[in-house]
Every structure is written in structure tokens, then in C-alpha cells.
């Protein structure tokens, strides 16, 4: 037994979960910089200045449609691999998808729509706690006007890719192997603090906003840990933000708490209620 390795001869799983923090900074970070950093060199060879280059490259990246769609592909690409490659490399495993949650069933396409349906209905939850019931049917509108647009189409292609990259590894990988150590309830909510924390280093986020995220996350991871359905908290994780980068609201953070606690009290209601049901079947009087 070392520091590094366990009494089996495996790579400690703190290790691992530093490697996939690392890695997955790194890769986000990599993937903005050389595109910004290329494309200003190449304005400013063309006579732009480099205030201006710098600016032109940065909206090209951010909100210019062909490459933010393909920078989201490859984000989740890379995420996959990371996945693949420890599994495969560092724990010398098998991989098979059915270990991360993507096995198809006959459950996964419903799983795909009642991810969507439970984002679209939190989204409008967490306008309307800001704005009143009245502010629903409004919303709906240019939701749906919108969906037409190529622009809101390659924003949903963008989230929903980046949605199910990141979910392979904090609830297909990180979670899976918490739970395994630690128990489902301390599991679940180790990866979701971990996986908030990480978007502290892609944006600032208020105290507010840290718990907000963490219920949620855990909301979501428990959500997982239940069905077992990647395509469940995939379809969740992206459709949610692309509705909050395609048609960002203006509520206070305390709406977003108070929705995210709902969920999560409706998910441990529902869990509950299952376990109980299942256990009467199990053990019929």
C-alpha cells in the first residue's frame, strides 16, 4: 500500500478524482484559448489591431454558431475519452457503456423526454416564483418560437453534447465509484459538491448559488443513482442549459433555490415511496 495506490494495487480514487478535475479544467480551458488565440494571431497579421482581434476572436468562439456547436462536440468528445481512458488505462477495467448508464433499454427514450420535460418545467418554475403564474404563457411563446431558429438549434446541439460529457463523468464515473465507497446518500452528495465546485474555476458563483447548484446536483445525482439512465439526467443537464443560454431569464438566485430544493424534496418523496412499494411486493403479507 502507497500513497498513490490502494491495498489492491489500484490507483487511489482521490487520484483519480484530481486527474479528472485537472483534466476536465484543462480540456475546457485548452479548447477556448487555441481557437481565440489562433484566430487573433490571424486578424492581427491581417492588420487588425490586437484590442480588436482579441474581441472579433472571442465573439467568433463564444457566439459564433459553427464554432461554439463544434467546440461544445468537442468538449463532450473529450469527456468521453476521459472516462474511457480510466477505466481502461488507469483501472485496467473493461469498459462497457451500461457501466456509465448508456446501456439502450426500452426505458432510455422515455428517460430522454422526461429529462427534457423536467427541464422545461424547472425552467418556467423558476421565471414564474419571480414573475407570477401570468409569466408562463409568455415564456412558452418564445420558446417556441424560437425553437425554429437555426441559432436555438445549435445551441441546444451545443449544451445537450457538453450535458451528457459531463454527466459520463461525475454521475456515470465519479458518482458510481463514491457510492461504492461511501454509501448512496454521502456518495450522491460528494459528487455534486465536487462537481459545483468545478464551475468556480469557469466563472465566479455566490454562496447563494454554490448551495443552489449542490441541491440540485444532488437532486439530479439521485435521480441517476434510481433509474440508472444516463439519457435521464443527460437530456436534463443540457436541455436546461440550453433554455438558459437560448432564452436567459432575469429571476433572482433565491428562485433557482427554492426550485431546486422542490425537486430534490420530490425526488427523496418519490425514492421513498418506490423503496417502500417495492419492498411490500417483495415481502407480501
Do not use: C
Not at 463532450?76 to 476521459?82: D, E
Not at 411563446?141 to 454527466?167: C, D, Y
Amino acid at each position: 500500500m502507497t500513497v498513490f495506490r490502494g491495498s489492491a494495487g489500484d490507483v487511489r480514487l482521490v487520484w483519480r478524482l484530481l486527474i479528472i478535475v485537472v483534466l476536465s479544467v484543462v480540456v475546457a480551458v485548452l479548447l477556448r484559448f487555441i481557437p481565440i488565440f489562433l484566430y487573433t494571431a490571424i486578424l492581427v497579421r491581417s492588420g487588425m489591431a490586437q484590442e480588436s482581434a482579441l474581441a472579433t476572436a472571442k465573439q467568433a468562439v463564444f457566439e459564433g454558431p459553427i464554432w461554439s456547436t463544434v467546440l461544445g462536440v468537442l468538449n463532450a468528445a473529450m469527456y468521453f475519452l476521459l472516462v474511457w481512458f480510466l477505466v481502461r488505462v488507469i483501472e485496467r477495467g473493461g469498459f462497457r457503456w451500461q457501466d456509465v448508464g448508456l446501456d439502450w433499454r426500452r426505458s432510455s427514450l422515455p428517460s430522454l423526454v422526461l429529462g427534457g420535460l423536467l427541464a422545461l418545467a424547472m425552467y418556467l418554475a423558476n421565471g414564474a416564483i419571480d414573475q407570477g403564474l401570468v409569466s408562463l404563457s409568455p415564456a412558452m411563446r418564445v420558446i417556441l418560437s424560437g425553437l425554429g431558429e437555426p441559432r436555438t438549434l445549435q445551441v441546444l446541439v451545443l449544451w445537450i453534447a457538453m450535458g451528457f460529457g459531463e454527466e459520463i463523468v461525475f454521475r456515470g464515473y465519479v458518482q458510481t465509484r463514491l457510492v461504492e465507497r461511501q454509501g448512496a446518500i454521502v456518495g450522491v452528495l460528494l459528487a455534486s459538491i465536487i462537481f459545483t465546485l468545478v464551475h468556480l474555476a469557469v466563472r465566479p458563483l455566490t454562496p447563494l448559488a454554490l448551495l443552489s447548484g449542490i441541491i440540485l446536483w444532488t437532486a439530479m445525482g439521485a435521480l441517476y443513482h434510481w433509474a440508472r439512465s444516463l439519457y435521464l439526467v443527460g437530456m436534463y443537464h443540457g436541455i436546461a442549459n440550453g433554455l438558459s443560454n437560448a432564452f436567459p431569464l432575469e429571476a433572482p438566485e433565491h428562485a433557482g433555490l427554492i426550485v431546486h430544493a422542490v425537486t430534490l424534496l420530490l425526488v427523496v418523496i418519490v425514492a421513498l415511496y418506490r423503496s417502500r412499494a417495492s419492498r411490500v411486493t417483495a415481502n407480501p403479507t
